[in-house]
């Protein structure tokens, strides 16, 4: 979920309960090759208008043409954080500000070799 999420659900909980959202991020920076990725998994997701996930996107402000073929620009970047290491440190940090105790990082990897490759890089950014 976006950044706008963890801050909602921070005023929801309260500050005593623990917030750890979830983030995926994936080590692309180049921005076509990041977004066909990210709309190749969102698709099917973003496909079903009345589910849940789609109604709580709907209600922190994104629209259908947001959640259109497999997601717009602006929905892709709120959604998964892109680029290299620092980008998604960034995002990270965003999370942590919105009042996240910890943040789960995911990484978006056609394989879980690829997927360790991707934390492994990601991790001296982070901790």
Same mark, same amino acid.
């Given at each position: 979920?976006? $950044?706008?999420? +963890?801050?909602?659900?921070?005023? /929801?909980?309260?500050?005593?309960?623990?917030?750890?959202?979830?983030?995926?991020?994936?080590?692309?920076?180049?921005?076509? &090759?990041?977004?066909? +990725?990210? &709309? #190749? *998994?969102?698709g099917?997701? #973003?496909?079903?208008?009345?589910?849940?996930?789609?109604?709580?996107?709907? =209600? #922190?402000?994104?629209?259908?043409?947001? +959640?259109?073929?497999?997601?717009?620009? =602006?929905l /892709?970047? %709120? $959604?998964?954080?892109?680029?290299?290491?620092a980008?998604?440190?960034?995002? /990270? &940090?965003?999370?942590?500000?919105?009042? %996240?105790?910890?943040?789960? /990082?995911?990484?978006?990897?056609?394989?879980?070799?690829?997927?360790?490759?991707? *934390?492994? &890089?990601?991790?001296?950014?982070?901790?």
């Open positions: 979920m976006p $950044v706008a999420h +963890t801050a909602f659900a921070r005023n /929801v909980l309260g500050p005593d309960r623990l917030l750890v959202p979830h983030q995926a991020f994936l080590l692309e920076p180049d921005p076509v &090759r990041a977004r066909a +990725t990210v &709309r #190749l *998994l969102m099917p997701i #973003l496909d079903r208008p009345d589910s849940p996930y789609v109604r709580n996107l709907r =209600r #922190l402000g994104f629209g259908s043409e947001d +959640t259109a073929a497999g997601g717009s620009d =602006r /892709v970047a %709120a $959604v998964v954080a892109w680029g290299d290491e980008a998604v440190q960034c995002r /990270v &940090r965003e999370h942590l500000d919105a009042g %996240a105790d910890h943040v789960l /990082v995911h990484a978006l990897a056609p394989g879980l070799p690829e997927a360790v490759d991707q *934390l492994e &890089r990601l991790a001296p950014a982070v901790l």
